[in-house]
């Protein structure tokens, strides 16, 4: 049949322009889905998997994308629901709920508990007045030592710059709950930050 | 602002979150407290090597490469194959221990049996002829108005004007009204100037138009006599054409797949 192609020509120029249109507009997120990937899982292999699951099942809903609404933060809405639905889903892994406990824990704090990790953070700052003295690993470590609900937001925050809108829609919770999880997450990794620079002897050092 | 407002509102600010009442007076206090303003330095500063320590992964360049190969091959943009969410799982397993499932799947089974049956009745009793002047010049006007002529194809303008939505189960007529021909085509042939409706029958393109009266002219085609209905098969550049009649009209079905498939596809179309 040599005139086949000549039939299917129109359906799969469409194909093509649809294909063309969905990579401009996509393809430039994939540095901040890798770098999401990873921090989700810590491997390199598993990540490169998740993000391509991630195009392949954008493409497959591409029509259900709201022209004009964040492709960015709708990309990592699929992501973080890929990531879910692969590893999450048999693994032991205490989920959604219990953290939500723990946020709901945490605003109910104490005064005197408030007190403590005010002072904490309080003292890193006083401690580390060049914050650029923080070694590269401190940070990897601090980051990947946060559960990964806190995790998620805080790089979406932060290195995203999404809006706690788009994150509420990503992490599928209430917009008061990113912001307590925000809270929680940033002392959390002040935290460990801190332990870490001490366990490297250099606040001992400063003293 | 006091200084617990200012650092409770530290992180909102620096978020862009807050309403401009609040953005002034947490900016406004900070350019006064030295404390507050250390604070919130050190924040950013944190912030800003947080972001410095991510934004230093790239994803590699064969991954962005692998990814592009794989949406080449994925084929045919299909849109809504699958349940929206693709977390939702649940719905799949109601479907199928749903009455209706069964009842679809039946029905499929009865209708692949049917046809595996005409087929089989087809195969032993007729061999394809040698299609003549007139078959030849009949289909090519079908083909070259209707079917797959690249700059006048209906099949083009159907998927843009129903929104690919045309392309769906093979057994279903879509409703004739709804699609209208280009301006500028030469009607030369009865038929020509007619509805037709396209098919997709495994990624292969069917179309179906109603020719009329049933006055065609078809006595020169290839004849095949099936339970009571005679189908005329022809061929030209490559696409294949079966035309029928019933007791109101004619009507005549093109594509470029095999004959047998295509009478197939012809006598399992559900027409009033």
Redesign the interface.
């Known amino acids: 049949?040599?005139?086949?192609s000549?039939?299917?020509?129109?359906?799969m120029r469409?194909?093509d322009n649809?294909?063309k249109e969905?990579?401009e507009l996509t393809?430039p997120h994939?540095?901040s889905?890798?770098?999401m990937a990873?921090?989700y899982i810590f491997n390199k292999e598993e990540a490169?998997d998740l993000?391509?699951d991630t195009?392949?099942?954008a493409?497959?809903?591409?029509?259900?994308f709201q022209q004009g609404t964040n492709i960015k933060a709708w990309l990592f809405k699929?992501l973080r629901?890929?990531f879910?639905?692969k590893y999450r889903k048999a693994a032991s892994v205490p989920g959604e709920v219990l953290y939500e406990d723990i946020d709901t824990l945490h605003t109910e704090q104490t005064a005197e508990q408030e007190g403590v990790s005010?002072k904490l953070?309080?003292t890193?700052?006083?401690r580390?007045d060049e914050?650029?003295s923080?070694m590269?690993d401190d940070?990897?470590h601090a980051?990947e030592s946060l559960p990964v609900e806190y995790r998620e937001v805080?790089?979406l925050?932060?290195?995203e710059e999404l809006?706690?809108k788009d994150i509420s829609e990503i992490a599928n919770v209430p917009v008061g709950t990113v912001?307590s999880r925000?809270?929680r997450g940033?002392k959390l990794?002040?935290k460990s930050?801190w332990e870490y620079a001490k366990d490297r002897g250099f606040i001992d050092r400063r003293k | 602002m006091s200084c617990t407002e200012t650092?409770k509102h530290i992180?909102?600010f620096l978020?862009k979150?807050l309403d401009v009442a609040h953005r002034l007076a947490v900016s406004n206090h900070i350019a006064v407290c030295n404390d507050c303003r250390?604070?919130y330095e050190?924040?950013m500063?944190?912030?800003a090597?947080?972001?410095a320590?991510?934004?230093n992964?790239?994803?590699?360049t064969y991954?962005?490469d692998?990814?592009?190969k794989?949406?080449?091959s994925?084929g045919?943009?299909?849109?809504?194959?699958?349940e929206?969410?693709?977390?939702n799982k649940s719905k799949t397993i109601r479907l199928f221990a749903s009455r209706r499932f069964y009842s679809v799947a039946a029905s499929i089974l009865i209708l692949l049996g049917g046809g595996i049956f005409y087929y089989a009745n087809y195969q032993s009793g007729n061999t394809p002829s040698v299609v003549d002047a007139v078959v030849s010049n009949h289909v090519m006007a079908v083909n070259d108005n209707l079917?797959?002529n690249?700059t006048t194809?209906i099949?083009?303008d159907i998927?843009?004007k129903r929104n690919n939505s045309v392309?769906g189960n093979t057994s279903t007529l879509i409703d004739a009204e709804l699609i209208s021909l280009p301006g500028g085509v030469p009607a030369r042939q009865p038929g020509t100037g007619n509805h037709c409706v396209v098919f997709n029958k495994d990624?292969?393109?069917v179309s179906l138009q109603v020719l009329g009266d049933g006055n065609i002219p078809c006595r020169n085609l290839e004849k095949i006599v099936l339970g009571n209905k005679e189908y005329y098969l022809g061929n030209c550049?490559?696409?294949n054409a079966v035309i029928w009649k019933d007791e109101r009209q004619a009507y005549c079905l093109t594509?470029?797949?095999a004959k047998d498939e295509l009478l197939k596809f012809a006598m399992n179309l559900p027409l009033r």
Do not use: W
Not at chain 1, 59 to 64: A, L, M, V
């Open positions: 049949m040599g005139v086949e000549k039939g299917n020509g129109i359906q469409d194909d649809k294909q969905f990579e393809m994939i540095d889905l890798y770098n990873l921090r490169e993000v391509q195009y392949l099942k493409y497959r809903f591409y029509s259900s699929i629901n890929t879910i639905n005010g953070t309080d890193l700052a006083s580390c914050i650029s923080f590269e940070i990897k980051i805080i790089l925050s932060d290195v809006s706690y912001k925000l809270n940033r990794l002040q930050l | 650092v992180h909102e978020d979150e250390q604070k050190f924040e500063g944190l912030r090597l947080i972001k320590h991510c934004v992964t790239v994803a590699p991954l962005h692998r990814i592009i794989n949406l080449t994925f045919i943009y299909q849109p809504d194959v699958e929206k969410q693709p977390v079917v797959f690249e194809s099949v083009g998927n843009r392309m990624g292969y393109k550049k490559g696409f594509s470029d797949i």
